[in-house]
């Protein structure tokens, strides 16, 4: 990875701020009731009791972040691998730097992605002695003419949508875009609902000439 610091720190801060209350306290007004006080009011009952549980206290970081990596041959061939390569490690790296407590990496395939982890803090899933790193380039190396984007945002989406606790969401997608029109639609229709599902979906380009990112995410 990446020396992290060489790494824009504050840039990073103004896409993933603290957002996220770390404490609760009781309150006598909210909608989450703490069963506790709630049996010690019935006990000893109090006027204005403090029942609820409110948010207070400094922000933490809430974040669920996939990133899906196109390992088609156009993203990967001698013009463009050293792009490509930079890419991704520039990307991981940055997710480390912030230790966000959600992260999926997702391996585009053809005809099925590979999933290389999910819903695993990004210090401990990007760390250097991490296993991701032996399985990632292992997959990168294999070629592939052409993978099925598609079917590896939709797979994606259904990680987000399992997850135990509830995230801001964001999903990166690192591709080239060049696709033909039918392929392209599939892709559009799950970034589609993967944006529906409230789910912020960047594509970033890899390559020599990733023209088709544009018109594929919002």
């Given at each position: 990875?990446?020396?992290?610091?060489?790494?824009?720190?504050?840039?990073?801060?103004?896409?993933?701020?603290?957002?996220?209350?770390?404490?609760?306290?009781?309150?006598?007004?909210?909608?989450?009731?703490?069963?506790?006080?709630?049996?010690?009011?019935?006990?000893?009952?109090?006027?204005?009791?403090?029942?609820?549980?409110?948010?207070?206290?400094?922000?933490?970081?809430?974040?669920?972040?996939?990133?899906?990596?196109?390992?088609?041959?156009?993203?990967?061939?001698?013009?463009?691998?050293?792009?490509?390569?930079?890419?991704?490690?520039?990307?991981?790296?940055?997710?480390?730097?912030?230790?966000?407590?959600?992260?999926?990496?997702?391996?585009?395939?053809?005809?099925?992605?590979?999933?290389?982890?999910?819903?695993?803090?990004?210090?401990?899933?990007?760390?250097?002695?991490?296993?991701?790193?032996?399985?990632?380039?292992?997959?990168?190396?294999?070629?592939v003419q052409?993978?099925?984007?598609?079917?590896?945002?939709?797979?994606?989406?259904?990680?987000?949508?399992?997850?135990?606790?509830?995230?801001?969401?964001?999903?990166f997608v690192?591709?080239?875009?060049?696709?033909?029109?039918?392929?392209?639609?599939?892709?559009?229709?799950?970034?589609?609902?993967?944006?529906?599902?409230?789910?912020?979906?960047?594509?970033?380009?890899?390559?020599?000439?990733?023209?088709?990112?544009?018109?594929?995410?919002?």
């Amino acid at each position: 990875i990446e020396n992290i610091s060489k790494i824009n720190q504050a840039t990073l801060e103004t896409i993933f701020r603290p957002n996220k209350a770390s404490t609760t306290v009781l309150s006598s007004t909210g909608t989450e009731i703490d069963i506790t006080a709630l049996i010690l009011n019935i006990i000893n009952p109090v006027p204005d009791p403090l029942i609820y549980l409110e948010e207070k206290g400094g922000l933490i970081r809430n974040y669920g972040v996939s990133v899906i990596v196109d390992p088609s041959l156009s993203c990967l061939f001698e013009l463009s691998a050293a792009h490509t390569m930079l890419t991704i490690r520039t990307v991981l790296s940055s997710l480390i730097a912030l230790d966000l407590p959600c992260f999926d990496l997702v391996v585009a395939g053809n005809p099925q992605p590979t999933v290389l982890c999910s819903e695993v803090g990004t210090i401990r899933s990007l760390s250097n002695k991490s296993a991701i790193w032996e399985s990632l380039f292992s997959l990168l190396e294999k070629e592939v003419q052409k993978s099925d984007l598609a079917s590896a945002i939709h797979v994606a989406f259904n990680l987000k949508r399992l997850r135990s606790k509830d995230y801001t969401s964001f999903m990166f997608v690192l591709t080239d875009g060049l696709f033909e029109k039918s392929e392209r639609n599939k892709i559009l229709h799950a970034v589609n609902n993967c944006v529906q599902g409230g789910t912020n979906v960047f594509g970033i380009g890899l390559g020599a000439y990733p023209k088709g990112i544009e018109e594929l995410f919002p």
